[in-house]
């Protein structure tokens, strides 16, 4: 019986030490009891391979032992989606920009490989992974403290008429472009016309010259005006007829990938902004000169990933209004215009 | 329409047939038993429950009081030996007066529905 006194022995190890004999005890004589009534039925002993099946069935001691123990969650089922929506928004607004600003610099500033040979460039990664750890711990430990107040105070389970939460509006139409949005998309592209066309200017920093680089103030001069022209006509159209159709899904499509594309152009270009500060020593002049530009391209990397996040809506709504239009369900105004 | 997956139908029928579980240990346990015999004696009236469900069920009811043990010597082992307590008795009734309920309601809502298709 060495093999059963191993698998219980196995057992007893994951089993609370208050209960471990009791439980143990039962447990052994409930197994010894089956195996001598299948050494009865059979008239001999148990083989090796058979008790092994036999506590196979049973399952793995982990498993036998987690039977008995109590379940236990840090995070309890009502509070796991706010814990889950803290952890995602960390993730993404915390974690990956730090990513993607550790990757910008390794991608595109000499000067900090320069400062980082060799496998010290990955070094930065072992921060990252620290912060992880820290955020995801203070989150849940927030999320837990949260959870034990609200349970302790009795707030969650308070309720009496006169607490009523708005109604949920009626389902959304998909195909109905948020006013609100547009509406800000077209005070964002006002301002930036205004000051790209210098109605607006920065305030002037006396003993500093900033400027546009060439291929930002001749080459895509025009390009970029325009686009944000175009910009604020489809947000215009958008608040005055907010039912997406086709054919200006299609225009909102075709915006946002010459954004992209005039993007990814100028990320690929050299600086896109000259310095230059007549009392200051050259390399102090390179040096804040490096940051503005890697500022400025953080920024730029900043549309182009809010560009492709467009475009998949664009794409997600082009395909949602053909769905619409195929199941006929699509009000005559609609299909009017698709 | 698609048919229902074979695994939805087991979840379903462990799940009803875990809500009677307790009534049934409950009534095995009118006379005392230890854990493997109430096992084989479940079994036998169709109620089978494996190891893992039943011994922790039995440490449950035990701690709430509706079941008394005693660990007792029986050919040359050691066992534990369960019975319903006072209270487990009075409990047992209250259930059982439940169950009948349920199954009432449950010939009227389903009974009614079948007869009337039929």
Sequence with gaps: MELLDRYLAAVRFWLP??????????????????????????????????????????????RVACRYLPQRTVIGPAFFPVYLLILKAIGLFYLLPWLAAWLFMVAF???????HPGWEVLLPLVELVQRAVN?????????????????RTGIVDRWDRTWNPVLPAESKDPLRANRGEWMGQIFGDLVF?????????LPAIPDLRLEFAPILAHTFYWPVLILALASAA?????????????????VWLGIEIVEIAQMAILLSAGPLVLLAIPQATPDKVELLAGWVNFAVRLMLVGILV????????????????????????????????? | MAPIA???????RMELRRGCLVLAVLGELGEEQYGYTLRKALAARGMEIDEGTLYPLLRRLEAQGVLVSEWREEEKRNKRFYRLSKDGRQ????????????DASLEGIVGRKRHGAA
């Design chain 1, 17 to 62: 030490k208050g209960q471990r004999q009791d439980i143990l005890a039962e447990l052994t004589d409930d197994i010894r009891a089956e195996v001598e009534d299948r050494e009865s039925g059979l008239g001999r002993k148990l083989t090796d391979a058979e008790l092994t099946e036999l506590l196979q069935r049973r399952g793995s001691p982990y």
């Design chain 1, 109 to 115: 500033l000499p000067s900090y490989r320069a400062a």
């Design chain 1, 135 to 151: 955020a995801f711990a203070f989150a849940t430990a927030g999320v837990w403290l949260a959870q034990r107040s609200a349970e």
């Design chain 1, 193 to 201: 016309v205004l000051y790209w066309v210098s109605v607006f200017r």
């Design chain 1, 234 to 250: 489809l947000s215009i159209w958008n608040v005055v007829r907010p039912r997406w159709t086709r054919r200006r899904l299609f």
């Design chain 1, 306 to 338: 809010v560009a492709a996040v467009d475009v998949f809506r664009a794409v997600r709504l082009l395909f949602k209004l053909r769905s619409t239009a195929a199941a006929g369900a699509a009000p005559a105004a609609v299909r009017r215009a698709v």
């Design chain 2, 6 to 12: 074979p695994d939805i139908f087991e979840n379903l």
């Design chain 2, 91 to 102: 409990l047992l009734e209250q259930l059982l007066t439940e169950w009948k309920s349920i």
